[in-house]
């Protein structure tokens, strides 16, 4: 058997369908791209402040082990930074590839790279994007984000710090009034940061006037010690992450000058004359792109994942006839669409994260733009952490299955994988709360149609632009497919039937509002149907990018398996929220029974393409972190070797004579055992 | 809000709709059963070497500490079996408690008690019974399982380990001829056994005649050398279970006694003949118990997991209300089905336990009467451990969401639950491959039935005699139920539209495969049918004990919550595979909708009963570990004095000079920070 796998493996490579080579420049956005990310993991492979060289085993870390490890990387990447200034190309892949190495380096940079800086760039006014960028650019100045609270997070409008104007010292007098306001789970508070970007309610001659942002200094430049008035500590062990420093923060009266609070929106003068921001929300404008860029990485880890299920499943046989368990249907039918997930999701990142370019002018943010379509922008942004939340869930769920014991063991880094992972449906936005505010989006949207019939014109593409055709979506009856199978060569069906689900399901959760039920009454209905609407726009933005094969700037074979993609997608889809569509008489039992049929069949047709489809994720083996997922397919070796290299593996444990040997000395050994199975 | 939080959950206790009392004995058994274990939980609460003493905590241990931590308590539990010997109902609950406590005891311990001393009872002849059986009591033996191997897990009848009967010295000489035969995940192996059972391919004269379990030594009583023939180590670090020192082995041509071979089935004599057991089979019967078992322990850890969230939900609040988010449709429609699937389990647990006793009559297998309705047993076990795998999965995750970010935290326990539960679906028998096996059970009685009409008598009752009624199930047209509310009246509504569907699903798969379709290609469909085949069975069981509130034996309090339960859990089974119902066109998308309503109706009826369903799990705090589940609901500030008591949670970090202040040190502090916020 080890000798076979190997061969598998190759066979495997073998029986793509279409060029891996060709998919894996398109997964990762071009060939020279593609070049340039390879050259990168080459460049850290063998760099021991980026990646732990064997025999350590970077999942044998204690979190004292992690907490240095990944500061230290952050250190050797401000050093890169200078080093490569005439090679900025490979600098940036440089830190791409080493957050793909380790998701707690990706998160513990990101809190000062991206949060602190968004509190920077989107709040600030000219002057302090100017003052505070230079310094956080070069890193004189770490800087994290404290904003939830021991006892608020995704109610963000009840969180309790104040920030009190004193006048007579143009100053702001920070403070925790009680144990809930401490500011909880902040990144990079624990250990590592010299100031933080707060929010707080703003308190000017005794009236509280709203949420503000302020930059705050936590600890002394040179000594690291904290300041009098600010308590600060590490939250100590997570599930994951124990690379991030997340800490808390406790203010006692500190004071920091009246200049310090982010005027891009609101603002204050000498007098306490205080102009409030046209609209509260632009307060949270930063958790937009934090909550993409969560679904980002979390397309990373899962693909991760998925790499790694998948070459095992290929190399792994069992069975009466000694079969890869890949061919079981109970594995390729489970992970092949949640690999169609991973390409639905990358491609529509694009698209959205250029509708936000669109809005935030690269971060020069035009306020009637902005806050005209905000709005869509959280619907579409809230709705897909949402779903990416409760899929990648089951994903990991699936492949952890998938693995069968194997990744119960901490050296096939699923496990950890996971837990890094879990923080993505309750960090950056509390999913059930996301999908929530996103299914009010969509009924208010709706509302605006059928009742008012007032649908304002959107300047960019509207992930509800459906809703103008509501009328004819609610007035359809049955689902018109002749056969399912036509929905592989026609990518409207698929659409139609989700958008009249949609509109249909919505419809029926608006009556029942209108009825009397509460809000409370629908909530598992209505986040249901806005996971529905993010899985619709995934298929129709890729239907729309795939729909015809002759694209120009595709290879013909990654563009005829996009396209198939996207149609397993489509089933996929239709097959989940199925139900939806046969509670509204829209679905027939025979149409279901069809849907599933063709699903099952399009996954047994894309068998083939497994190994190519997860290998253009084009991930290194040192990355992977997986000996049963290794490229080459020589899993059992390597596994065993990886294990032999872990510390204490073999010799009498230190507390042998304390709690065994009391026991066991008792029994007088078999003599013939004795004699003939001598000790070492 | 932390004063609120103790007030919230003193009002939920006193608004549920029974005695929390009376039910919690009823959990536990009895009441006497009650008070004998808060007995013990109050005996080894403050034992240091049973429970971490604060403020050193469990949850932080290294894995090098949990393998000490767990054997000492081992070790501990063997001298209080003498100390207590004229209390031996104590001692044992004892033992239940400190399993309760760590899960990692629980495995560790049972792989000794419960693995190994199952080989010796029940594959062991007289003689070996009780040579082993005294060794193993006392400890002088520390014996651990050595069933898969690195390569074979599922497929037991592929092991590669052999045992080649030596006929010069009247030995076994047992080998690992291959890497993948290396015996792989054996609980105790890695630092504790002194012997092992293992399994492995008999080779008698040339000939493989079956695979064999045979006891070996693989280490020295006294001073715990491996011997020289073994080659034995610890699998390292896992995802969960640091206690249990799972390990590998490799046999080196380590020679035993031909009278180490198991003999109660198949025997060999001096001159190697041998009498094969009457069904292979049996050298598997272990597995059973240990399945069970496994169902039995997943209910306790998802318990715990229930506690934590519910008291967690009533007492933060949350929008725009200030709600506690228990209220939330979202929470509690998600959490009370969670919890009255735990008293299902509990209670058919018993029935199945029960109905095992009589097939092996306390161990002492009478071979007719088990052979008979070994298959009934096994799917009985193997669908309620699929089952029990999947739900309690999506369990751990509403629990693990309900949290919010806080069971990110280690110290809240719930992400160390969840470590040591995630063995809970690929040991002890994959869970796929079991559900496969139950639903290949399935398809062959319902075929019995119609086919031949040959469906032999029971002597105890079988989970799968509504087969007798097939032929009608088969003919029944829709679900003649009035109103979906009529299934709160009458239990066996549902009960009737359960089987029905599990009767139709069956019998369109068993034409699909006459129709040329593989079992392959009908898997998922056919694993689905397993599943709900379980779920119909803890339905009906627990119908049959609850239809009726006049049960003498039961506070009527209880009766009505337990009535209440199934209902729910039928409701709940009906909702999740209501497609398997309106697939074969027996149920209406009207019918589904009235399914919905009377589920959520159901459970918001529930809502206010949900602490005391919890409470009367009866764990303590220390056994929860997570201080936001405090059974005072005072959490906030509990929560807060755990982080501080964790190691290294203030101060300047070791690598500050390294890494941080190199870069930090270039920035000369703003004054007026520096003058007024001055470092301690």
Redesign the interface.
């Known amino acids: 058997?080890?000798i076979q796998a190997p061969k598998d493996m190759e066979r495997e490579r073998q029986s793509a369908s279409f060029s891996i080579e060709a998919l894996s420049y398109f997964w990762m956005g071009g060939k020279e791209k593609y070049i340039q990310r390879q050259a990168a993991y080459d460049y850290i492979k063998y760099d021991p402040e980026l990646v732990v060289q064997p025999p350590r085993n970077i999942?044998?870390f204690?979190k004292?082990e992690w907490?240095?490890f990944t500061?230290?990387q952050?250190?050797r990447l401000?050093q890169l930074k200078e080093e490569l200034k005439d090679n900025q190309g490979l600098f940036k892949e440089i830190v791409e590839a080493s957050f793909n190495y380790s998701e707690s380096l990706c998160m513990r940079n990101g809190v000062h790279e991206t949060l602190f800086r968004s509190v920077v760039e989107m709040m600030g006014n000219n002057y302090q994007r100017t003052y505070w960028g230079k310094?956080l650019n070069?890193?004189?100045?770490?800087g994290c984000f404290a904003m939830?609270e021991?006892?608020?997070?995704?109610?963000l409008?009840?969180i309790e710090t104040t920030a009190t104007f004193d006048i007579e010292t143009d100053?702001f007098v920070i403070n925790s009034p009680?144990?809930?306001s401490?500011k909880?789970?902040i990144g990079l508070a624990g250990?590592?940061a010299?100031h933080t970007a707060v929010l707080a309610q703003t308190i000017i001659h005794g009236k509280n006037v709203g949420a503000n942002w302020f930059i705050v200094?936590l600890?002394?430049?040179?000594?690291?010690?904290?300041?009098?008035?600010?308590r600060?500590?590490?939250?100590?062990?997570?599930?994951?992450h124990q690379g991030t420093?997340n800490g808390?923060i406790q203010f006692h009266k500190?004071?920091?000058?009246r200049k310090n609070m982010m005027s891009k929106w609101a603002r204050i003068d000498r007098h306490g004359t205080y102009q409030p921001a046209p609209n509260p929300a632009v307060m949270y404008a930063t958790l937009i792109p934090e909550r993409l860029g969560l679904v980002d990485v979390s397309t990373t880890l899962i693909s991760q994942a998925l790499t790694i299920a998948v070459r095992y499943g290929v190399v792994r046989r069992?069975?009466?006839k000694?079969e890869q368990i890949m061919?079981?249907?109970?594995h390729y039918?489970k992970l092949i669409p949640a690999i169609s997930f991973m390409y639905m999701v990358k491609n529509s990142l694009s698209t959205i994260y250029q509708q936000f370019g669109i809005l935030t002018a690269s971060g020069k943010i035009e306020q009637k733009l902005y806050l005209d379509h905000m709005g869509d922008m959280h619907c579409m942004s809230a709705s897909l952490k949402g779903l990416s939340g409760s899929l990648s869930?089951s994903i990991l769920?699936v492949c952890?299955?998938c693995c069968?014991?194997h990744?119960?063991?901490?050296?096939n880094a699923l496990?950890h994988l996971t837990?890094d992972w879990?923080?993505m449906?309750?960090?950056g936005g509390?999913?059930?709360v996301l999908l929530?505010q996103a299914s009010t989006y969509l009924l208010h949207r709706l509302n605006q149609k059928i009742k008012y019939n007032a649908y304002p014109e959107f300047k960019y593409e509207s992930s509800t632009s459906y809703f103008t055709y509501a009328e004819e979506l609610l007035a359809a009856k049955t689902w018109h497919v002749k056969e399912v199978d036509d929905c592989l060569k026609d990518l409207s069906l698929i659409q139609e039937a989700l958008h009249v689900i949609l509109a249909k399901r919505l419809f029926s959760i608006q009556q029942a509002l209108e009825n009397g039920a509460t809000h409370?009454?629908?909530?598992?209905d209505a986040?249901r149907v806005a996971e529905l609407h993010c899985a619709a726009f995934l298929y129709s933005d890729n239907a729309r990018r795939f729909s015809a094969i002759n694209n120009s700037s595709l290879d013909t074979s990654v563009a005829i398996i996009m396209r198939q993609m996207t149609v397993l997608w489509g089933l996929y889809v239709l097959r989940t929220y199925?139900?939806q569509g046969?509670?509204?008489?829209y679905i027939s039992?025979q149409q279901?029974?069809d849907i599933e049929k063709a699903y099952?069949k399009l996954c047994k047709v894309l068998r083939k393409d497994v190994v190519g489809l997860t290998d253009a994720f084009g991930l290194p083996d040192f990355v992977l972190k997986a000996p049963i997922a290794r490229y080459d397919g020589n899993i059992?070796?390597s596994?065993?070797d990886t294990?032999?290299q872990?510390?204490?593996?073999?010799g009498?444990?230190?507390?042998?004579g304390?709690?065994?040997?009391?026991?066991?000395?008792?029994?007088?050994?078999?003599p013939?055992?004795k004699t003939?199975?001598?000790?070492?």
Chains 1, 2 share one sequence.
Not at 138 to 142: C, L, M, N, P
Not at 254 to 257: C, D, E, N
Not at 327 to 330: C, F, I, P, R, V
Not at 662 to 668: C, I, N, Q
């Open positions: 058997m080890s999942l044998d204690t004292e907490r240095e500061m230290g952050i250190y401000v310094l070069d890193y004189k100045v770490i939830t021991l006892g608020h997070s995704s109610a409008r009840g100053e009680t144990i809930t401490t909880w789970w250990q590592t010299t200094p600890r002394d430049s040179v000594s690291g010690e904290q300041f009098s008035n600010i600060v500590g590490d939250i100590g062990t997570k599930v994951g420093d808390w500190a004071r920091v000058s069992q069975g009466s000694n061919d079981y249907q109970s039918a869930a769920e952890r299955r069968g014991g990744t119960y063991s901490a050296y496990g837990a879990n923080v449906t309750v960090g509390d999913d059930t929530q409370n009454d629908v909530l598992l986040n199925g139900d046969f509670l509204e008489g039992p279901l029974k099952l059992y070796q596994y065993f294990i032999l872990a510390p204490n593996n073999t009498v444990p230190p507390y042998h304390k709690y065994i040997r009391p026991l066991t000395e008792k029994f007088s050994q078999i013939l055992e003939r199975n001598k000790t070492q």
